[in-house]
C-alpha cells in the first residue's frame, strides 16, 4: 500500500477482535482533520435534529 499513498495510518498486528478498536480513534482523529481542512465546523455537525421522547 505504501507505494500508492503519501501517508499511512498503522495499525499494530493483534488478534482479530482488536483491530476494529485499535481502528477506530486514529480515524476519528483523520476524520476531524479531513472536516477541519474542509472548514467544517466539527461542534455543529449538519443534519443533526433534536430529538425528544416522552413516555
Known amino acids: 500500500m505504501a507505494p500508492y499513498a503519501n501517508h499511512l495510518i498503522e495499525i499494530p498486528s493483534v488478534l482479530n477482535l482488536f483491530p476494529p478498536l485499535l481502528s477506530t ?4 482523529v483523520f ?3 479531513v472536516a477541519q481542512a474542509r472548514g467544517y ?4 455537525p449538519r443534519n443533526l435534529a433534536k430529538s425528544v421522547t416522552v413516555e
Request: aromatic content about 0%.
Open 31 to 33: 476524520a476531524a482533520g
Open 25 to 28: 480513534v486514529p480515524m476519528q
Open 41 to 44: 465546523d466539527l461542534d455543529k
